[in-house]
């Protein structure tokens, strides 16, 4: 279920989504929730270090088990502004995080079409918060890159 | 399909896998190749990172891409001695890895179990490369740690 809190740290996800745009990188960002403190924060950076695991999720996870000490995170709640791929989604069954709460779906790439219902079975799982800005930072980033590819050829 | 390189790159794949026994991790490795060279290596070190993402293949992919100075690795072959996870498979198709080569199959964990046949369309997969070494190794690190954990309760 959707609460007031969600949309709170979806908006820190977001902040993390923008840096990642000003960065010129697809702008996904990503925050880890335990006990109502971010433990955890990170932002697609696969262009910066050329390496396609350095999703937002990816990072904010590393960031998340450094923080508790542990390579566990079963009391926290992942936000992250487009649903996760199926490699971040994996990350998250190995950590236990208790919840997942995403933005907007991810129709092609999204770990909800490429993985079968038995995954993340204990992860209480929340979609659609802030829904329309984070598609709408997604959209104008590709409709932007398209266009200077169109201008080029 | 199968050849006498395969086994050769397995057999370094072994030796990582060894490394990470070394160090009390589960004992899985990986190696990268790329035009018969080895540009990343790579064993689990969950434990010692305090990370779940710390997996042989994520630390392999790491390198490699440090090494080619860039995200994608289209060209090159992963061995890994254990089938890879959902993670660590969603990770191979971003790289866009020509070919997966890997030891034994993880039947609760490995990404065949939980993902749909789409995943990695473009990558050939080549199972069963001294699968006995792979699994032995597997099985004799969690026998020890069952007898350990008996003898403390």
């Avoid at 279920?1 to 969600?6: E, H, K, P, V």
């Avoid at 009391?75 to 992250?80: E, F, K």
């Avoid at 996760?84 to 933005?103: D, E, F, N």
């Avoid at 918060?129 to 104008?140: F, G, I, K, N, P």
């Amino acid at each position: 279920m959707m609460s007031q809190q969600d949309t709170f740290y979806m908006q820190m996800a977001l902040q993390e989504a923008h840096n990642a745009l000003l960065e010129d990188e697809v702008p996904i960002g990503c925050v880890i929730v335990c006990e109502n403190q971010i433990i955890g924060r990170g932002h697609n950076m696969t262009e910066h270090l050329k390496d396609a695991t350095s999703h937002a999720e990816m990072q904010a996870i590393t960031a998340a088990c450094a923080t508790l000490g542990g390579k566990y995170l079963q009391n926290c709640t992942l936000y992250v502004t487009v649903e996760p791929c199926v490699m971040c989604a994996g990350a998250i069954a190995w950590t236990q995080i208790k919840r997942l709460v995403y933005g907007t779906p991810d129709i092609k790439k999204g770990y909800t079409q490429l993985t079968n219902a038995s995954f993340l079975p204990k992860c209480e799982v929340v979609k659609g918060v802030l829904e329309d800005e984070c598609r709408e930072l997604m959209q104008s980033f590709f409709e932007k890159k398209r266009k200077k590819y169109e201008t080029i050829c």
